[in-house]
């Protein structure tokens, strides 16, 4: 496939928190024309998080012809976008090791004064355990499976082997790509072979500088997460053997990662003083005038 060709199916990318999903959308959108481009966002009144219908419902009122104009469709948003689509269309998306993102959810949610639960965390001084029994946020169970299935009503603790089976079916028939956040370089090669983007080196975007070390949580908190989150697990481990095979596909596919990471080293002085510096200079700006 070309850049943004006229027949190219229009990329749908799902963008689930906390998985690498920043850096991944500034990479994509350099590879197709801003014309093309369109980056969906909750309303400002809308609850903070990606498990929501609204940037779909917000897409859906579109006029047909605008909604036929984009190639490359960016939100935190859950699965069914593409039934308003009115063009061949697919999605791609990353996961994230579930225990890992759920450590990250809670630094943000500790860390964050705009996370919608930044003050219950605080005023409560929550642990990680405390805000996993919460039920607070759905992002600590099995939020992936819930995305990729477009789920927006189960209760938190509700999920089922149906979803999960759902979640798998959905993966096989609507991504070309799930990429793995723990993989990333291997990700963005894989994007490569399929879709033909070229402008695929980075540096990362929106990394939390003082992450949370797993060796530091309780195991007892550790096997909560995997409790609460086991079909996400099960989705996460689903997801990385098909990625495996995938890219098994493609004979050539280390020597084109070597090739890729080589690039990128190369390139990466130039994106910290084009991207990172100047993006750290805003966040301090804005910070002393807030």
Same mark, same amino acid.
């Given at each position: 496939m070309g850049r943004a060709s006229a027949t190219a199916p229009t990329v749908i990318f799902m963008h689930l928190g906390k998985t690498g999903g920043a850096t991944l959308r500034r990479i994509v959108r350099r590879?197709?024309?801003?014309?093309?481009?369109?980056?969906?966002?909750?309303?400002?009144?809308?609850?903070?998080?990606?498990?929501?219908?609204?940037?779909?419902?917000h897409?859906?009122?579109?006029?047909?012809?605008?909604?036929?104009?984009?190639?490359?469709?960016?939100?935190?948003?859950m699965f069914g976008l593409h039934e308003f689509?009115?063009?061949a269309s697919t999605y791609i998306t990353l996961l994230r090791n579930p225990v890992s993102r759920a450590i990250s959810g809670y630094k943000n949610a500790l860390d964050s004064p705009g996370h919608r639960f930044h003050e219950v965390v605080v005023s409560r001084r929550m642990d990680l355990e405390d805000y996993l029994k919460s039920d607070l946020a759905l992002e600590m169970d099995n939020s992936q499976m819930r995305a990729i299935v477009g789920d927006v009503v189960t209760p938190y603790g509700g999920?089922?082997?149906?979803?999960?089976e759902r979640a798998k079916r959905s993966i096989d028939e609507h991504f070309t790509v799930v990429g793995i956040s723990e993989r990333f370089d291997e990700t963005l090669v894989a994007l490569r072979h399929v879709f033909g983007w070229s402008k695929l080196y980075y540096v990362q975007a929106n990394v939390s500088p003082h992450k949370i070390p797993r060796s530091s949580i309780p195991p007892r908190t550790i096997a909560l997460i995997e409790e609460q989150n086991r079909f996400d697990?099960?989705?996460?481990?689903?997801?990385?053997?098909?990625?495996?095979?995938?890219?098994?596909?493609? $004979?050539?596919?280390?020597?084109?990662?070597?090739?890729?990471? @080589?690039?990128? &080293?190369?390139?990466? $002085?130039?994106?910290?003083?084009?991207?990172?510096?100047?993006? @750290?200079?805003? &966040?301090r700006i804005t910070r002393s005038t807030a």
């Open positions: 590879n197709f024309p801003k014309s093309k481009v369109l980056a969906l966002r909750n309303p400002a009144s809308a609850p903070h998080g990606f498990l929501s219908t609204l940037p779909i419902e897409f859906a009122e579109f006029s047909e012809e605008e909604r036929e104009r984009f190639r490359f469709i960016v939100s935190h948003m689509v009115p063009r999920c089922t082997t149906d979803m999960l697990i099960e989705l996460y481990g689903y997801a990385t053997q098909k990625f495996d095979r995938q890219i098994g596909e493609v $004979p050539t596919f280390d020597r084109d990662l070597a090739h890729f990471r @080589r690039g990128n &080293s190369l390139y990466r $002085p130039w994106g910290t003083l084009s991207y990172t510096i100047p993006v @750290r200079v805003r &966040s």
